[in-house]
């Protein structure tokens, strides 16, 4: 065990919290996958439900660790190679995407012969990230026009967004906004900013009245987003409605301590209970404190992300941890936000714990790059620790040799001071 934590290298911190998130995410989806165990005539058997997810954790913890040993400067290369596959990705995810619990899912495709679903909007999120960060950390270098970064920068940006956007807008919002902090963070100028901001808000505005216009022209989910969003600012009971009440009644329930591990009521009937609603589940069985404790961690991994992009010593790297890292919190914290109601219901897991194949490990790939950043911190410090170990181990060898050369010249010069006749003399 030893060797294997001497192994892991990085921010040490981020491992504990990535950890102690993983694991403890066994207990609530254990617990709250009764319900989906019980459909179709299923035996209510979870110990399949957890054993599935034991898998994705392992597997996940295996891609963070093969990920951070990966110079991270070599995914500013990749990034500009894997952005037109993943406009292929979207593209057939969005005309061929899989039906899921009858759902409208043109999120996922199926991935032959292993028989799992893959969100390809999280693998482009990544992706996308990390090419935003290369570009800013390239016009460090050279002088930056508004029309070279809007054909270098933003129409990728858009195309990304644009074939995310009409089958998932939470994604593809959250993914604008990261990308635009990215942006201030990177120092692109703020009217530039506010230029693509209005920008954003016309195609998307043209976008919706396109789709009242022909509502069967292709793939879109415009009437779900108008009926979460009627549901949320009306009275008028809707599917969301059921959703958000069961939800609420989970946390109501909890109170301060929680009903106790594997006790939650509401798992049997809230839908999606150990996926998009799990945080409501956490609460109804551990409590207030159980759910301040999970979001206390929450932030002190976003805490993290700070201290280690304020140590990164290059502009790609510090851009990067923020990137990858912020949207990781920043989805938690919508998936709590909409627990208790404070946002629509937008489809968003709550990483690192809720269930998922795909999810799990794209957030896993993210944490392997941010640790990969770490990591070089630490080679660095390293190298400058051995730097000065040597110069103090040259220094105390060159002070040993003049001392032994002070010694020869002091001892040569009294044997000729013994040989000397006058000498002699003089003592006599």
Request: with cysteine; glycine share 6%; hydrophobic share 50%.
């Given at each position: ?11 040490k ?7 102690f998130?993983?694991?403890?995410s ?15 005539h ?18 996940g ?6 990920v ?12 500009i ?13 969005l ?7 009858g759902?409208?899912?043109?999120r ?5 012969f ?16 990390v090419?935003?960060a290369r570009y ?9 026009t ?96 059921y ?15 929680g009903?106790?591990p ?14 998009d ?7 109804e ?51 709590m936000?909409v627990?208790?109601?404070l946002l ?10 809720s ?17 990969s ?20 181990a ?8 003049l001392l032994?050369?002070e ?12 040989d ?8 006599r």
């Open positions: 065990m030893k060797n294997l934590i001497n192994s892991l290298h990085g921010d911190v981020i491992w504990a919290l990535v950890a998130l993983a694991v403890f066994f207990m609530p989806v254990f617990s709250a996958s009764s319900n989906l165990a019980y459909m179709r299923g035996t209510g058997n979870t110990l399949t439900y957890l054993v599935k997810h034991a898998v994705h954790i392992i597997i913890f295996f891609i963070i660790y093969k951070h040993k990966v110079p991270y400067h070599y995914f500013r290369g990749l990034s190679f894997i952005l037109p596959v993943v406009w292929v990705l979207l593209g057939y995810t005309i061929k995407g899989t039906v899921i619990d759902a409208n899912a043109s996922w495709i199926q991935i032959p292993l028989g799992i679903s893959f969100q390809t909007s999280t693998f482009a999120a990544i992706v996308l990230y090419y935003v800013l950390s390239k016009t460090r270098e050279t002088p930056l508004f029309k070279s970064s809007l054909v270098e920068l933003w129409v990728p940006v858009f195309i990304t967004l644009g074939l995310i956007f009409p089958a998932n807008f939470s994604t593809a919002a959250l993914l604008f906004a990261m990308v635009l902090m990215i942006a201030f963070i990177g120092k692109y100028p703020l009217k530039y900013i506010g230029l693509i901001l209005a920008l954003a808000v016309a195609a998307a505005s043209f976008f919706v009245l396109l789709v009242i216009a022909f509502p069967k022209a292709f793939p879109n989910r415009v009437d779900t987003w108008k009926s979460r969003i009627e549901n949320f600012t009306s009275d008028k009971p809707g599917e969301d409605d959703q958000i009440e069961k939800a609420k009644i989970a946390i109501a329930s909890g109170n301060v301590y009903l106790g594997g006790k939650s009521v509401q798992k049997n009937f809230l839908p999606q209970s150990s996926s609603f799990i945080y409501a589940i956490i609460v069985e551990y409590g207030l404190m159980g759910g301040l404790t999970i979001l206390f961690f929450y932030m002190l991994l976003l805490f993290r992300f700070v201290v280690a992009s304020h140590k990164a010593n290059t502009l790609f790297g510090k851009l990067v941890v923020i990137g990858l890292g912020f949207p990781i919190v920043f989805q938690a914290l919508i998936n936000a627990a208790v109601e629509p219901v937008t489809g968003q897991t709550l990483p690192l714990i269930s998922g194949g795909s999810s799990v490990w794209m957030t896993c790939i993210a944490l392997g790059i941010i640790l950043v770490t990591k070089k911190e630490e080679e660095i410090a390293q190298e400058e620790a051995d730097k000065q170990h040597r110069e103090k040259l220094q105390r060898l060159i002070d040993k040799q032994e050369e010694a020869e010249r002091v001892g040569s010069q009294g044997q000729n001071e013994e000397n006749p006058m000498n002699a003399v003089l003592n």
